[in-house]
């Protein structure tokens, strides 16, 4: 067991160490969102609110809490690159996933072997490592929900309340830097309404009332547009395709950690659901509650499937698996370790294919967007960060708030009556007949703006692209 355990961590220690070379290596975006966010980093850098008037230019919103940000920013003030400085934060955070993750099981394995099994689980889930090694908030807001989770579970065991106050600190951070990081808050407060109800009260109470303060503080902060962007603007529909593609794609990722998490249950039954099975089933409400959002990709599992890996390695402790390794758990074990093993080879492979595409598009593109081309309009979020350093408007999120009434389409409707735009990059030929409905999930325009792009824009290349029918470029008719 120690041999094969010893295998497969050098196995996903070369994982994550392609990972993390990759993430240096690359200079372009890994997710649509990265560039996003980085959008948001580069104004807070520059000594400007990440939170601004919806109404007005950028037409993009800071989705996210202001601590990812502020790090991020900070990186960048001291000269790393804004995709390098994000990454560098969540390697940060994926690093303390995996050490909370030690400590939790630790805390309640029987079995050092145990801890090590979970933190390999949780090292070769491709999901966790890819978010973990992108400039995006995900693996932070997930570092410090398991930090506040350790925090309690330390408080509890070791009958030092005062530790609640860490928990409740970590909650917040995490809160502030995801607002959908709910689960860990749930689990505590769950578990401590079992063990002493006056207390749950005060912990749900006293961190709500903080949390409340330093979000009310950051609204006054930035003229009430972090409310604004960070919690009205990210109501976006719901559909149940996107729920049955989440669904699906959890069960690719963890049925075998499920299976191994499963086997635990009538143990963690005794005297109580377990903590870590209440924190399990936290994070399984919050990821159905959200993943139906129209937009959300699989950044919204990180934490789910940290958890079901700690799970699953409690439950082997639990059937004392690392003492006398029973033949029907380890089966499950040995093929999620090779499951996990290609499935991050897999990402690997597609991460360094897309930064060479990229690349190629973004040359493709210099030939049309010459500084002396002007303002950029853009789907594509990875070239207006290349090219100008900005963008103009997310015209992902852009035509869902038009039609929501936050967003006001005039002012770009009439800089593209004006031509103001230099260049245009939408995902589709607006002077061909449409084959059907449009897809809630492909970045574009109102159609007020496309019938001012038809009337004052010629089309002039179609170029290969992130989205499935590529990149249609138009320049202003002079």
């Not at 030690?102 to 090590?116: E, G, I, K, N, T």
């Not at 692209?465 to 249609?472: I, L, M, R, V």
Request: overall charge positive; glycine content about 6%.
């Amino acid at each position: 067991m120690r041999r094969g355990l010893a295998l497969f961590s050098a196995v996903v220690a070369l994982l994550v160490a392609g990972q993390v070379a990759l993430m240096f290596w690359s200079r372009h975006e890994a997710t649509s969102v990265e560039s996003f966010v980085a959008f948001q980093v580069l104004l807070l850098a520059d000594g400007t609110s990440p939170y601004t008037d919806l109404r007005s230019y950028p037409f993009s919103i800071g989705a996210y809490g202001p601590i990812f940000f502020s790090l991020s920013a900070g990186l960048c003030r001291l000269g790393l690159p804004v995709l390098l400085a994000g990454r560098i934060v969540s390697l940060a955070a994926l690093a303390g996933i995996l050490w909370t993750s030690w400590r939790l099981l630790r805390m309640y394995a029987s079995h050092r072997s145990a801890a090590w099994t979970g933190i390999l689980l949780v090292g070769s889930t491709s999901i966790v490592t890819f978010w973990g090694a992108t400039g995006q908030v995900d693996a932070l807001a997930v570092c410090l929900s398991l930090l506040a989770f350790y925090w309690f579970s330390r408080s509890r065991l070791e009958h030092r309340p005062k530790l609640l106050w860490l928990a409740g600190a970590s909650w917040i951070a995490a809160l502030l830097t995801k607002q959908s990081a709910l689960a860990a808050g749930i689990a505590i407060c769950w578990v401590q309404w079992r063990d002493n109800r006056r207390r749950a009260i005060a912990f749900a109470l006293l961190t709500g009332a903080a949390g409340l303060l330093l979000a009310v503080a950051v609204n006054a902060a930035t003229d009430g547009c972090y409310f604004s962007n960070a919690f009205l603007a990210t109501i976006n529909p719901v559909t149940f395709e996107k729920f049955r593609q989440h669904a699906l794609a959890f069960l690719v990722s963890a049925i075998f950690t499920l299976v191994l998490a499963a086997a635990g249950l009538a143990c963690a039954w005794r005297g109580g659901l377990h903590p870590l099975y209440v924190y399990l089933t936290a994070s399984m409400i919050v990821l159905a509650a959200t993943a139906g959002k129209v937009g959300s990709a699989l950044h919204y599992q990180v934490e789910a499937l940290v958890v079901v890996a700690i799970c699953a390695a409690w439950s082997l402790d639990r059937h004392q698996f690392f003492r006398a390794a029973p033949v029907l758990l380890g089966v499950p074990l040995i093929v999620q370790c090779v499951f996990g093993t290609m499935s991050s080879m897999k990402w690997l492979d597609d991460r360094w294919h897309r930064e060479w595409f990229l690349r190629d598009m973004t040359a493709r593109l210099h030939a049309y967007a010459a500084p002396e081309t002007g303002r950029i309009l853009s789907i594509e979020n990875d070239a207006s960060l290349q090219l100008r350093g900005r963008s103009e408007a997310d015209l992902f999120v852009y035509p869902l708030l038009v039609n929501a009434g936050l967003m006001d389409p005039e002012p770009i409707r009439r800089d593209l009556a004006a031509g103001r735009f230099g260049l245009v990059i939408l995902a589709e030929d607006v002077f061909a007949t449409p084959k059907g409905p449009p897809d809630p999930e492909l970045p574009s325009l109102p159609e007020s703006n496309l019938e001012e792009v038809r009337r004052h824009y010629r089309l002039v290349a179609h170029i290969p692209g992130t989205n499935p029918e590529g990149a249609y470029l138009y320049e202003p008719v002079r």
